[in-house]
Structure formats: structure tokens, C-alpha cells
């Protein structure tokens, strides 16, 4: 149990492992605070790493999949690559058409974090910390970011993430980890059974920005209110689902916060489930659609569908609308949001 760090001069990087007392594993890195593997017990009393990841570390040097990333300042899409506040417009990357993905070219999972080990030996965790000056990405106001890693003996795993601006800012941060609760390297997650707590959705159009309509999600393919096999409805002839080769959606979540999960993934074969908690209105939920035969751990190759994203967020394009929750943050406010992934293994 605890935090154990590992250097690797080769790729200059620096692992940390934390272990509980139930034989789960986290490691993480320090380059762009990656959530680099995650080995959860099966219902054969074994482990398997649930989240993709590159097997050379300097790949996370040119991550554009975003495995295990640390998403930031604002994750998702930006309509025109700019936004107004406060009366003036802020003109970011083009990087997607005409759009901002993930904050533009410079981003904060393939920089270098500062890291600090800390929690306890039965909880141990790990922060990053990183300083973004002003204008970094076109965004306003230097900002002091933190991140903590923490895994607790209930075997969950919380991203803990803190901003403060010294000017109204936008602060929108998510990770972006690949699961497979089959295994990293065991093909795709459509055989496995997805629940969300979510009567809506913002549908969006071909460049997948949204529309600014908040439409129900009932008789649509986007309805994990029963839960299903995310390959049931993934092949669907939904036009959503067809620009984008599987699920890309914004789920507006009916009951944010740490009292009831917000959606629950489990797998048969294996035995895992896990169980997800955030207190942010929404969760981008993608399948790994553009995933193209990356070099994986232990040499494995990571195609289309082979891991599932939960981005917890704000609605995508919140700065354009206003209808949506703000994202907006007063200077000398903490922007502080959690999300939680616990675990839970069915030995029967």
C-alpha cells in the first residue's frame, strides 16, 4: 500500500504507483498527469488493466487520441474557436474546422506536471500541479491548476481538479481515460452493458457542436436508462451516430453529485463493474470511434471501439450558450470539481 515513484530516463518521465489493501493499482504520470493504467481484481481473483495506454511513454508526447489525458482549460468543443466575456472576444486554435477541441494545439496532457505524493498509506494519492500564464491557449488569466489522484480502500479512484484565475477565466477540465473492463488489450467494449441517469441530451450537429436544444432522450439510441450493450444501438442509422462512427454524445445527467452514480459500466466476462459519480451537469460519453491501430501496452493495438470515454463536463460550447450551465469563473475563485470511479468485482 502507498505511493511508489519510478524515473525512467529514457522518456524523462517519472510513474507513480498507488496500491490499496484489495490489490488495485493506479499509476499515473507526470508527463501531462496521465492516467497511465489501472488494474482492477477479476472474478478470478486476478488483475486486469481496464484503461488503454501507450506502451513507450514518449508517445504521450504527440497524444491525439487524449489517452489517459488530463483535459484543459476547457475540454470539448468551442464553436468558432472563440467566445465572448465580459465584453471582449477571446480567439482560440482552429484545430478541429473552425472549432476548438480540447483547448487548441498546446495542450495540458502533453506538458510536463509538477508532482507531489501525499494521502495516506491505506488512501494514497498523488497531485499535479501545473501554471498557465495568461493568454495560454487564448484563454484570459494566469491560472495555478492542481490535480490529485487519489485511491481510496473502497477501490475508487478520484480525480480531484482546483483553478484559480487572476482574471474571469473559463474552467472546464475532465480526463479523458479509455476503459475496458475486459482488459485493456481485449478487443471492443460492445459487449459491455452501460446505465446512465440521464432523460436528455444536447443533440449536436456534423461537426458536433450542439444545437443548444436540450431533447429527450426516449426512442432514441442515446437511452441507457434501462441498461443495454453499448453495441445494441451503436451501429444505428440515428445521424449523430453515423457522422461519427459510434456514440459522441453530451448526456445531461439527472442527479449530479456523490450520493448516487451517474452511470454504471460492467462487464460479465470479467466481473467488473464500475460505478461513476461527479457533481458537474454533464458527461461526454465516446466510444472510441477514431481509435486506428495505436500501439497499446505490451504491444497490443487499440482499433475502433476498443475503449470507452466518460468526460464529465460542462455541455460542450457552454461559452456560446447561454441557456446552458456557465462555466465561467470569477477571478480569485476556486474552481473545484471531483469525479469518482469505484469499483466493484462479482465473484459468482
Known sequence: MGVAATYLPDSQVTLFTLVNENQ??????????VLYSLSV???????RDVVLGYEDLNSYRNNDPGLGAVIGRNVNRISHAAFTQNGRTFYLDKNEGENNLHSGFDRY???????AAGGTKEEPAVSFRL?????????????????????TKENEVKISYRAVSDQDTIFNMTNHSYFNLRGHGSGTVEDQVLWIDADAYTPADQACIPTGEIRS?????????????????????EPELQWGGGYNQNFVLNDPGYENPFAILSCEESGISMEMYTDLPGVQVYTGNYLNGENGKGGCRYEKWAG??????????TPNKPAFPASFVKAGTAY???TIYKFHTNNS
Not at 24 to 33: N, Q
Not at 109 to 115: G, T, V
Not at 134 to 151: M, N
Not at 220 to 237: C, Q, Y
Open 109 to 115: 496532457f502533453e506538458r510536463m506536471w509538477k508532482a
Open 41 to 47: 481484481p477479476d472474478r478470478f481473483g486476478k488483475t
Open 217 to 237: 432522450v426516449w426512442e432514441t439510441p442515446m437511452d441507457f436508462r434501462t441498461p443495454k450493450r453499448i453495441g445494441r444501438d451503436i451501429g444505428s442509422d
Open 336 to 338: 473545484e470539481t471531483s
Open 308 to 317: 470507452i470515454c466518460f468526460e464529465t463536463q460542462y455541455f460542450p460550447d
Open 131 to 151: 501554471h498557465s500564464p495568461d493568454g495560454d491557449q487564448g484563454f484570459p488569466g494566469q491560472a495555478d491548476i492542481q490535480v490529485t489522484y487519489t485511491l
Open 24 to 33: 488495485m493499482e493506479l499509476t499515473v504520470c507526470d508527463l501531462g498527469a
